[in-house]
């Protein structure tokens, strides 16, 4: 009697044969998707099998026959034509080799959208769909191809694992390609190249499981006994943690085993990788995983929490939110950001045919950044566009996103954002639930002292509650513009903790006490030296929930006003004193029963007066000013009155019929404080220069230099510069060295008016060597970049640019200065201080 095929014998492989997958496609509508296929076969060590037609003593048919029947699995992709049909045939090869395919694994991809199908494809899908016996997925572009075949031939390599060890747990296939994780991947797998346990962490809904299947799929060749994969999510206890284990690798306890013994006795000698998902509810149980892998010398485990293990040899290895488009960014710029291109594929899931394009691209954009780039929370946002266009779905966003109902294959905990943060706040203690809610009050990465300040209670408990929530994954490590050490709740996770907030506390009262500080202690330097900007940057969008909150509740407002006020170069070197800033917006929101006294009000006119003067408004302005310095006089200190005089100079040419030397000089006299007086000095100095006396206007911006290197302070050695420029320029000095050292300066501390108006400037020293062209697309480009911040500049500046731009304008013919102006208006400010540089 022959032999069953039960007990034969293993077949002994040689090196030289690798399991053989068949790649069925037509050849060149689908090129690069059979080169992702190879490259995902390769990958995986297995050996690619592809047809391609050539010269062979054998009819077509017979050698794609013949290959068919030399492979292990069939790898079938289509997209919109059926394919060639042989001689004596009634059927395409692509069906041909799909119906010859039957008995072993087959894995199926079709691309959408294909709206040129041939009729004859689509009958055949039809009845591979209809049939049952085979599943097809969908892909959009050969890279998704790739992630999609390397996860599914992982799958079925685990489906086809040698039984006579523990059984390898076959992972959940993903329903669609994993994107912009490419870097992710490559740094986990090198982890577990060197470690034995590698913890994924990261907030819920952050896309840990779908890393770590991703992850398995890629490196599946790497371990000889295979990658196994167990979800503890329905084990509800710690103890139960190596019966789930030893359930989900089948392994049986032999005696008086229990499940702990078996799988060490059962995994001692294996070579294989153990994905562990879903750990964060059973973390007591991390000794487990650690008693394993020390009995188990060639194991490696992967592990998805919400918080870290804390065991010895652990690899912590963060998982953060994708890369969101960033605010301005061009259209080719959004269309690489990781979030928006998730966000658009899944969108296509619901809504065929759907693309990224210019009308849409912006809504998509904001989108991705309010939700914090979390993959599970554009995947919501996706599912809910089936019906809804990306401004609607702005519109309520969160509100829509806590309705379940999006996916029906969800688990609960995932079905809203919602869920999703509780499945991990439900997890805290008393305390870090307190202090977590505290914390939704922050709406900019905030410091341990920050913490500490704000949030009440005993420092040493404070930071060992915001430790809980950084390890639960609730807290991210986030930077700062300020470089300190910051944390930040991502915002879907900021707004649950808001709402678990008790508005009665003094948590807000506790913030605006902490930015009255921060405004206090950079007004020493008008908020204008390197660190007092950044400083400043990085608390205003604290700034903007205070005084909403002041507004609110009607606090008085003045010292906020008077505290800004104060910080006056940093409002004008961040375009925050115009109409259309949002910080302005706020401060004019602020209701007039808050301004308790005489120096409240004179406060808010000044910052008023500065925004009409930064707004273009310059007879506005100087009206305001006139109203504003007969009571300034009485109330204000000299260096606030200095500044009032000095803006009242500025405007003068604009109100008043006379020259401004003798406000000028008031002020200087005024002006007690060295960096007011050097400041005063500045803009003193380029009215002496429209008045054509260079040399005057230098010796006055050299006094100002002076007081910016005593005192350190980076904008003023920034201003003053070009201000030297501008004196050469009118005079018959050399600009050149000025302009650099200015622009240098500009760009250390991110001042993008500074930078634009040395484009201006760049445009009269173009001009005077004689080259009109360039100095006419330094004018469009000086225009552009304010156009872009919404920001027009003083006076003095706009008189200044305006005569160099008639000279260019009298230098070329008409059409020729247009064209060079356009170019000029389509440059960056970089690539215009590049194009204004030369070779």
Same mark, same amino acid.
């Given at each position: 009697?022959?032999?069953?095929?039960?007990?034969?014998?293993?077949?002994?492989?040689?090196?030289?044969?690798?399991?053989?997958?068949?790649?069925?496609?037509?050849?060149?509508?689908?090129?690069?998707?059979?080169?992702?296929?190879?490259?995902?076969?390769?990958?995986?060590?297995?050996?690619?099998?592809?047809?391609?037609?050539?010269?062979?003593?054998?009819?077509?048919?017979?050698?794609?026959?013949?290959?068919?029947?030399?492979?292990?699995?069939?790898?079938?992709?289509?997209?919109?034509?059926?394919?060639?049909?042989?001689?004596?045939?009634?059927?395409?090869?692509?069906?041909?080799?799909?119906?010859?395919?039957?008995?072993?694994?087959?894995?199926?991809?079709?691309?959408?959208?294909?709206?040129?199908?041939?009729?004859?494809?689509?009958?055949?899908?039809?009845?591979?769909?209809?049939?049952?016996?085979?599943?097809?997925?969908?892909?959009?572009?050969?890279?998704?191809?790739?992630?999609?075949?390397?996860?599914?031939?992982?799958?079925?390599?685990?489906?086809?694992?040698?039984?006579?060890?523990?059984?390898?747990?076959?992972?959940?296939?993903?329903?669609?390609?994993?994107?912009?994780?490419?870097?992710?991947?490559?740094?986990?797998?090198?982890?577990?190249?060197?470690?034995?346990?590698?913890?994924?962490?990261?907030?819920?809904?952050?896309?840990?499981?779908?890393?770590?299947?991703?992850?398995?799929?890629?490196?599946?060749?790497?371990?000889?006994?295979?990658?196994?994969?167990?979800?503890?999510?329905?084990?509800?206890?710690?103890?139960?943690?190596?019966?789930?284990?030893?359930?989900?690798?089948?392994?049986?306890?032999?005696?008086?085993?229990?499940?702990?013994?078996?799988?060490?006795?059962?995994?001692?000698?294996?070579?294989?990788?153990?994905?562990?998902?879903?750990?964060?509810?059973?973390?007591?149980?991390?000794?487990?995983? @650690?008693?394993?892998?020390? =009995? %188990? #010398?060639? /194991? *490696?485990? !992967? &592990?998805?929490?919400?918080?870290?293990?804390?065991?010895?040899?652990?690899?912590?290895?963060?998982?953060?939110?994708?890369?969101?488009?960033?605010?301005?960014?061009? @259209?080719?710029?959004?269309? =690489? %950001? #990781?979030? /928006? *291109?998730? !966000? &658009?594929?899944?969108?296509?899931?619901v809504r065929p045919g759907f693309a990224l394009t210019e009308e849409n691209a912006p809504a998509l954009a904001e989108l991705c950044r309010r939700l914090g780039g979390l993959p599970l929370a554009l995947e919501l946002a996706a599912a809910w566009m089936r019906v809804l266009t990306p401004d609607q779905m702005i519109e309520r966003l969160y509100e829509r996103l806590d309705r379940p109902g999006a996916f029906a294959d969800l688990p609960d905990r995932q079905q809203t954002l919602a869920n999703t943060v509780a499945w991990s706040y439900d997890l805290l203690p008393?305390?870090?639930?307190?202090?977590?809610?505290?914390?939704?009050?922050?709406?900019?990465?905030?410091?341990?002292?920050?913490?500490?300040?704000?949030?009440?209670?005993?420092?040493?408990?404070?930071?060992?509650?915001?430790?809980?929530?950084?390890?639960?994954?609730?807290?991210?490590?986030?930077?700062?513009?300020?470089?300190?050490?910051?944390?930040?709740?991502?915002?879907?996770?900021?707004?649950?903790?808001?709402?678990?907030?008790?508005?009665?506390?003094?948590?807000?009262?506790?913030?605006?006490?902490?930015?009255?500080?921060?405004?206090?202690?950079?007004?020493?330097?008008?908020?204008?030296?390197?660190?007092?900007?950044?400083?400043?940057?990085?608390?205003?969008?604290?700034?903007?929930?205070?005084?909403?909150?002041?507004?609110?509740?009607?606090?008085?407002?003045?010292?906020?006003?008077?505290?800004?006020?104060?910080?006056?170069?940093?409002?004008?070197?961040?375009?925050?004193l115009r109409q259309r800033s949002a910080l302005w917006q706020r401060i004019e929101a602020l209701p007039a029963a808050g301004l308790r006294t005489e120096r409240d009000r004179l406060a808010l006119r000044w910052l008023t007066a500065s925004r009409l003067l930064n707004d273009g408004a310059f007879a506005a302005a100087g009206t305001l000013l006139d109203q504003t310095l007969p009571a300034a006089r009485r109330v204000e200190p000299p260096a606030r009155l200095a500044l009032l005089v000095s803006a009242r100079a500025i405007v003068r040419p604009y109100t008043v019929d006379g020259p401004a030397h003798a406000e000028f000089t008031d002020a200087l006299a005024l002006a007690a404080d060295a960096l007011v007086s050097g400041y005063v000095r500045s803009h003193y100095g380029l009215l002496l220069t429209l008045?054509?006396?260079?040399?005057?206007?230098?010796?006055?911006?050299?006094?100002?230099?002076?007081?910016?290197?005593?005192?350190?302070?980076?904008?003023?050695?920034?201003?003053?510069?070009?201000?030297?420029?501008?004196?050469?320029?009118?005079?018959?000095?050399?600009?050149?060295?000025?302009?650099?050292?200015?622009?240098?300066?500009?760009?250390?501390?991110?001042?993008?008016?500074?930078?634009?108006?040395?484009?201006?400037?760049?445009?009269?020293?173009?001009?005077?060597?004689?080259?009109?062209?360039?100095?006419?697309?330094?004018?469009?480009?000086?225009?552009?970049?304010?156009?872009?911040?919404?920001?027009?500049?003083?006076?003095?500046?706009?008189?200044?640019?305006?005569?160099?731009?008639?000279?260019?304008?009298?230098?070329?013919?008409?059409?020729?200065?247009?064209?060079?102006?356009?170019?000029?208006?389509?440059?960056?400010?970089?690539?215009?201080?590049?194009?204004?540089?030369?070779?």
């Open positions: 009697m022959a032999d069953s095929g039960a007990h034969r014998p293993a077949a002994i492989r040689t090196p030289d044969h690798r399991l053989r997958v068949f790649v069925s496609s037509t050849l060149m509508e689908l090129a690069a998707e059979r080169d992702a296929a190879r490259a995902a076969i390769e990958q995986l060590r297995l050996f690619p099998v592809m047809f391609e037609s050539g010269a062979r003593p054998h009819p077509a048919q017979a050698v794609y026959r013949a290959y068919l029947a030399q492979s292990d699995i069939f790898l079938g992709i289509y997209a919109e034509s059926y394919g060639w049909v042989g001689p004596g045939m009634t059927r395409s090869g692509l069906e041909d080799e799909f119906e010859l395919a039957t008995g072993m694994p087959r894995l199926l991809y079709v691309r959408s959208p294909a709206p040129d199908r041939e009729p004859a494809l689509a009958r055949m899908l039809d009845g591979i769909k209809a049939d049952g016996q085979a599943a097809y997925k969908r892909f959009s572009d050969a890279a998704e191809l790739r992630e999609l075949i390397l996860t599914d031939l992982a799958t079925v390599l685990a489906e086809r694992f040698d039984q006579r060890g523990p059984r390898v747990a076959t992972p959940p296939a993903p329903a669609t390609a994993l994107l912009g994780r490419d870097d992710d991947i490559a740094r986990i797998l090198a982890d577990l190249r060197d470690r034995r346990l590698v913890v994924l962490t990261g907030a819920g809904g952050i896309g840990k499981t779908s890393l770590a299947l991703a992850a398995m799929a890629r490196g599946a060749a790497a371990w000889p006994d295979g990658v196994a994969f167990v979800d503890l999510a329905p084990v509800t206890a710690a103890a139960l943690v190596p019966d789930a284990l030893a359930a989900a690798l089948g392994v049986v306890g032999q005696g008086n085993e229990g499940p702990l013994d078996a799988l060490h006795r059962a995994l001692a000698t294996r070579d294989m990788l153990l994905v562990v998902d879903n750990f964060e509810h059973v973390a007591a149980a991390a000794p487990v995983l @650690a008693d394993l892998i020390r =009995r %188990a #010398p060639r /194991l *490696r485990v !992967l &592990v998805t929490s919400r918080t870290a293990l804390r065991v010895r040899g652990e690899r912590e290895l963060r998982v953060e939110a994708l890369a969101v488009p960033p605010v301005g960014a061009t @259209a080719a710029e959004l269309a =690489r %950001a #990781p979030a /928006l *291109r998730l !966000l &658009v594929e899944r969108v296509r899931d008393a305390s870090a639930r307190e202090l977590f809610a505290r914390l939704s009050v922050f709406a900019a990465p905030f410091t341990v002292d920050d913490v500490v300040a704000v949030c009440g209670g005993d420092a040493t408990d404070v930071i060992d509650d915001l430790s809980r929530l950084l390890d639960g994954s609730l807290v991210n490590v986030a930077e700062r513009p300020d470089g300190q050490h910051g944390f930040a709740l991502p915002e879907p996770i900021r707004r649950y903790a808001a709402s678990r907030h008790d508005p009665a506390d003094d948590t807000l009262g506790r913030l605006h006490r902490r930015i009255l500080d921060v405004l206090e202690a950079a007004s020493t330097g008008l908020g204008s030296g390197d660190l007092g900007l950044r400083r400043l940057d990085s608390e205003r969008p604290n700034l903007e929930v205070v005084l909403d909150w002041a507004g609110r509740t009607g606090q008085p407002s003045g010292p906020l006003l008077h505290a800004i006020g104060d910080v006056w170069v940093w409002m004008l070197a961040r375009g925050h008045d054509g006396r260079p040399a005057e206007a230098a010796q006055c911006h050299h006094e100002a230099l002076e007081i910016a290197r005593a005192l350190g302070d980076r904008n003023l050695h920034a201003e003053v510069h070009y201000d030297l420029a501008m004196d050469a320029l009118a005079g018959a000095g050399p600009a050149d060295s000025y302009l650099d050292t200015a622009i240098a300066g500009y760009r250390e501390i991110a001042h993008i008016d500074g930078l634009t108006r040395c484009l201006g400037a760049l445009g009269a020293a173009a001009l005077r060597r004689g080259d009109l062209r360039l100095a006419a697309r330094m004018a469009g480009a000086t225009d552009a970049g304010r156009a872009a911040i919404g920001l027009v500049p003083w006076p003095s500046v706009t008189e200044l640019e305006r005569r160099t731009v008639e000279r260019v304008r009298a230098g070329l013919p008409a059409a020729e200065f247009a064209g060079a102006v356009d170019d000029g208006r389509a440059l960056s400010i970089e690539a215009a201080l590049a194009a204004a540089a030369g070779p």
